[in-house]
């Protein structure tokens, strides 16, 4: 926040013919303006006014919000399982929450009702997998998916589970379970990757992407003579058919879009072939000096 509540110059974009950046310009807060084919870009000035948010409140839950993911960690390990990964809200672990009490009862319980959360109550933990293997009944079978369901839950022993996981990295992971009739369901998380129905995320593509790590180590240390762009360009070829990559959208401002309040504002859409990889550097350490992820399958790790 800057002098007198004046916060940073941001961008704002109008559709052609929309008429509330003069409001910026009336107000002497507008800083550049350019254009992109249907849309008008603007520098603008903006106060930033304290009275709706505390930066030391907002500070304080979230940190409130690690100490108990912390204590539910703790509780995870000291019942004698694993935490196979863990985000800025949620968990991946080997405990079924149904058979410990009396972690439900510090971590999903409703106090009101007396009775378990299941994640209704803010701040209570919620199973992912019960979601995900709900959306899939209720899809395939309409009004009899509650049969099905119930079904699969009692199999399950009353808490849903996924039965492997491959953790590629920070938001790099995929989960997949066989349910009762023999569908799949999956849960696959990309950071940078865009949904896109004709290019899905699929537990068989991050495995190709682990395999992609471990043959890329072996190239690099098979062809360290090469130059940096010959061995890069060998990999790209090499791993083509197993690295994930996506073609993306980005917008690009020159620097100088940004420093100057003369020159006009410049804005280019650009399409890129974006490759994505592991990336993950801890693991099991293996003699050779590869660090190899670890992979939670079949109850053990592999």
């Not at 993911?69 to 703790?74: A, C, D, E, G, P």
């Not at 995320?201 to 991050?206: E, G, I, P, V, Y």
Request: hydrophobic share 35%; with cysteine; net charge positive.
């Amino acid at each position: 926040m800057g002098k007198d509540k004046q916060g940073r110059d941001g961008v704002k974009i109008f559709k052609n013919g929309d008429g509330d950046f003069w409001n910026y310009l009336e107000q002497e807060k507008l800083v550049n303006i350019g254009q992109y084919g249907g849309y008008t870009i603007i520098r603008k000035l903006e106060e930033l006014s304290v009275k709706d948010f505390s930066v030391a409140v907002a500070s304080a839950i979230t940190s409130y919000s690690r100490m108990k993911l912390y204590r539910l960690m703790k509780a995870v390990k000291d019942a004698g399982e694993e935490v196979l990964y863990s985000d800025t809200d949620s968990i991946i672990t080997t405990l079924k929450l149904s058979d410990h009490d009396d972690i439900i009862k510090r971590f999903d319980w409703d106090k009101v009702n007396n009775i378990r959360s299941n994640g209704d109550i803010l701040g209570s933990l919620k199973n992912e997998a019960d979601d995900d293997v709900k959306k899939h009944f209720k899809t395939k079978y309409k009004k009899e998916w509650l049969f099905h369901f119930n079904k699969q839950k009692k199999l399950d022993g009353g808490e849903f589970h996924f039965d492997s996981l491959i953790g590629a990295g920070c938001k790099q992971y995929a989960l997949q379970k066989k349910l009762y009739n023999g569908d799949i369901i999956e849960t696959c998380k990309l950071k940078g990757f865009k949904k896109d129905k004709k290019n899905k995320l699929s537990f068989d593509k991050m495995d190709k992407l682990m395999q992609g790590y471990y043959k890329e180590l072996d190239i690099r240390n098979t062809n360290k003579k090469l130059s940096k762009k010959a061995l890069d360009a060998l990999v790209k070829n090499q791993l083509k058919d197993l690295l994930i990559h996506q073609d993306q959208i980005q917008f690009v401002s020159p620097l100088t879009s940004h420093i100057s309040e003369n020159d006009k504002m410049e804005v280019k859409k650009n399409v890129v072939n974006k490759w994505f990889k592991v990336g993950y550097s801890k693991g099991n350490i293996m003699d050779d000096g590869y660090v190899k992820p670890l992979v939670w399958k079949n109850n053990k790790w592999n």
